[in-house]
């Protein structure tokens, strides 16, 4: 069936990566330069200083080239030695991944598992702690799986006063949602540049605080070599990275938190929240029920439930020929039962009703009993009364 709307531009909609503006691609595309010189220097001075506050934080951040899963492996390789146990919560497949990567480094891991979609149960932790003492608990921000946010505030609380250190994996939470990484006592945060970042994937940080320190510094022989995040502090404070710096996509993160800072980081967070609430009062409308009834949702990754009837690869695979709209299905468990999109980083009130004006097409393509203009109707509605 030939599409009501012809197919435009490719509309990257992921869950990240996500739409990298037009300023930090042209930032990207700058002469490369000596990775040890000044031109290298200021541009990471001034990135992990404009980082600062989106993290929350007065401590060091060090930039790595990696993807995002890159630094969470790094996190656990630093503070956990030989005998010490983490506590991993699991609350969607990026959990999961933590637990995969402790068993892989022959970590003795135990975890709490919450059910996808469902608000982490702190009792439950605090439960464990009494009982044990970890060397981390270790959890997801933001899970992109599900659309569901930790809360670091009680977890930080719970381990403020133990030698447990609280690691977080805010890969597709950082610049999109709030992370108050000192307030909360949140000891180490990872991320990584393709998501609320706006930048191309490659660029990874990791932001540690003095009481993870203080761990990192005890020797326990570590086996580590590019992750050690002892060289990578002394090459921090020189505005250097260890090894050879991923000198374009600093380019790009400098361009990107500038941009950031122009908008004002409170409106950052501010149109995140309101747009990702107006895709959902959109889809709602259009018969898609949010994955996460309740609880802290994201705001920067919107999960539906696929229809009844419907596989959820279909409407991806469709949103693709006919619109060029890329969202994200699941790779995981629930495979074929939710679609995603990404809320994050460069998009607007357009961006979101033209998902809408989208899934509204393909949905009644699809033989969906889809009221027109149902979605944009409802959306509009949240943006004025959000205003
Ligand atoms: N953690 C979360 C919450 C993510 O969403 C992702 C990527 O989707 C990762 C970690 C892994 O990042 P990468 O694919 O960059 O290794």
């Known amino acids: 069936t030939p599409s009501a709307i012809p197919a435009t531009g490719y509309r990257l909609r992921l869950p990240g990566p996500t739409e990298v503006p037009e300023r930090v691609r042209q930032a990207t595309a700058r002469v490369i330069v000596n990775h040890r010189g000044p031109e290298c220097k200021t541009a990471i001075g001034e990135t992990e200083e404009m980082i600062r506050p989106v993290l929350g934080t007065t401590n060091r951040v060090m930039f790595f080239a990696s993807s995002g899963t890159g630094v969470m492996e790094a996190a656990l390789v630093n503070v956990v030695g030989p005998g010490s146990q983490i506590l991993v919560i699991e609350h969607g497949q990026f959990g999961e991944r933590f637990t995969s990567i402790a068993k892989a480094m022959n970590i003795s891991v135990d975890t709490v598992a919450t059910e996808w979609g469902q608000a982490i149960d702190v009792a439950a932790v605090e439960a464990r702690l009494r009982e044990r003492s970890y060397r981390a608990i270790v959890v997801v921000h933001n899970e992109s799986s599900t659309g569901m946010v930790a809360d670091l505030a009680a977890l930080g609380a719970l381990v403020r006063d133990r030698p447990t250190l609280l690691i977080a994996d805010s890969v597709s939470g ?143 695979r469709r949103l693709y020929a006919d619109h060029r709209t890329v969202i994200a299905g699941a790779r995981n468990r629930l495979s074929g039962r939710v679609i995603r999109f990404g809320t994050m980083g460069a998009f607007s009130a357009a961006t979101i009703l033209t998902d809408l004006l989208h899934l509204e097409d393909v949905l009644t393509k699809l033989g969906l009993p889809v009221e027109a203009g149902a979605g944009l109707k409802a959306a509009t509605e949240h943006l004025a009364k959000t205003k």
């Open 174 to 316: 950082l610049g999109g949602i709030a992370m108050r990484q000192d307030e909360w006592g949140v000891d180490i945060v990872v991320s990584a540049s393709q998501k609320a970042l706006m930048c191309p994937p490659g660029l990874s940080l990791a932001s540690v605080s003095p009481k993870a320190w203080r761990v990192i510094e005890q020797d326990e022989r570590r086996s580590v070599f590019f992750w050690d995040f002892r060289r990578a502090l002394k090459s921090i404070e020189l505005s250097e990275t260890p090894f050879t710096a991923p000198v374009s996509l600093l380019y790009g993160l400098r361009e990107s938190l500038t941009m950031m800072h122009e908008e004002g980081l409170p409106n950052v967070l501010a149109r995140h929240e309101q747009l990702s609430g107006a895709l959902r009062a959109g889809g709602a409308a259009l018969g898609l029920a949010d994955f996460c009834e309740r609880g802290p949702r994201s705001s920067t990754v919107v999960v539906f439930k696929v229809p009844d009837g419907l596989e959820g690869g279909t409407i991806v």
